[in-house]
């Protein structure tokens, strides 16, 4: 299965094989698009997972882990959202996106966005 910035965050924050694959969708902007970044879909999702697994709760919405998530995104995109401005890229394929992480595209991203749950 070839990288992408979403399953590498999940992967990072100790996601299983079956939760890196499931947001592996969420690259290159929410499924290639170059819209919300994919990264920080899948540090919210996994923050979610992990709130609504050891919290007593139906909803992750006051999850303060994913309020951390968002915050320390901002700080280090200046609160941009979208794929395409963060990265300066266009993905047109899996392929694209997958080199793209490869030669260390959003590495600095990735990294703390993974370590923002911790």
């Not at 070839?2 to 965050?9: D, F, Q, R």
Request: proline residues 2%; glycine residues 10%; aromatic residues 6%.
């Amino acid at each position: 299965m070839p990288i992408s910035c979403a399953s590498e965050v999940v992967k990072n924050m100790g996601g299983n094989d079956e939760e890196v694959i499931m947001a592996s969708g969420f690259a290159g902007g929410l499924g290639l698009s170059g819209n919300a970044c994919g990264a920080l879909s899948a540090a919210i999702w996994m923050n979610s997972l992990r709130w609504l697994k050891n919290h007593d709760a139906k909803s992750s919405y006051t999850n303060p882990l994913a309020t951390n998530t968002l915050k320390t995104f901002n700080e280090q995109t200046e609160c941009e959202i979208s794929c395409k401005k963060i990265t300066g890229s266009c993905f047109n394929s899996i392929k694209d996106h997958a080199e793209f992480i490869k030669y260390g595209g959003c590495k600095r991203l990735m990294t703390v966005l993974a370590e923002s749950s911790v």
